[in-house]
């Protein structure tokens, strides 16, 4: 089984601090994703990345930048964290372009203070 | 207007019920169709997924697309307790990255 992890299912920040979610798959997949998910939004597409050290923005990208230097691992760093930033993050993999199913790792509920 | 639209609900059916789940979209550049099942606490799962229009069976769900209406459906038979969740549509074109667009999810509470 494909599967995804993030580092912290709880995380409590902060305003002006600098946040960083890890992501890791098992299954050597190409593409990996950084979702937000709030209420009434539904996921919104952060940043995703199609290879190694490539990376390209989606949806809502202020606020945000990503670190993707092996395969595995996709990172998502909040520069200066805001309120407006306390949400749900799901991080998910993808083999490749062309197959439809992302597979998304349990999330983490973050909480800037 | 959101390219993917879903009703949040929640739905609140009896155990053995037909469940019904829709979503509308605006985009008609989307071929694929997917449904994805969210338990509290979890990440999505993917549950089904169509190509273009028509319908696909899996067991007690049935996916459903009509792309001259732009409506798409998940329908759940003799739904259980286990099924409670958040159903999330979502919908992609068949070219270059294929980012997927989700809808905002159908909360769905099925009572013993």
């Known amino acids: 089984d494909v599967k995804v992890t993030q580092s912290s299912r709880y995380l409590v920040k902060r305003t002006g601090e600098k946040v960083f979610l890890e992501c890791v798959q098992d299954?050597?997949?190409?593409?990996m994703f950084w979702y937000r998910q709030d209420p009434g939004l539904g996921l919104r597409l952060i940043y995703f990345?199609?290879?190694?050290?490539?990376?390209e923005k989606g949806d809502i990208p202020e606020g945000y930048s990503v670190s993707r230097e092996k395969k595995e691992r996709f990172s998502l760093i909040l520069e200066s964290a805001s309120t407006n930033q306390t949400s749900m993050y799901l991080c998910?993999?993808?083999?490749?372009?062309?197959?439809?199913?992302?597979?998304f790792g349990p999330g983490t509920r973050l909480t800037v203070l | 207007q959101k390219e993917v639209e879903q009703d949040p609900g929640p739905l609140s059916v009896p155990e053995g019920a037909i469940v019904s789940l829709n979503c509308t979209y605006s985009?008609?550049?989307?071929?694929?169709f997917m449904w994805y099942r969210q338990y509290s606490r979890k990440g999505p799962e993917l549950l089904m997924y169509?190509?273009?229009?028509g319908n696909k069976e899996d067991g007690r769900f049935t996916a459903q697309v009509d792309k001259s209406s732009k409506y798409i459906s998940l329908f759940i038979r003799d739904s259980q307790p286990s099924d409670s969740a958040t159903y999330l549509c979502?919908?992609?074109?068949?070219?270059?990255?294929?980012?997927?667009?989700f809808g905002t999810g159908t909360r769905l509470l099925v009572s013993p």
């Open positions: 998910a993999s993808r083999r490749l372009a062309g197959y439809n199913e992302q597979f």
């Open positions: 299954m050597d997949h190409e593409n």
């Open positions: 990345s199609y290879d190694v050290k490539m990376k």
């Open positions: 985009n008609s550049a989307f071929q694929y």
């Open positions: 169509t190509y273009s229009s």
């Open positions: 979502a919908s992609n074109v068949n070219t270059g990255f294929q980012k997927l667009v």
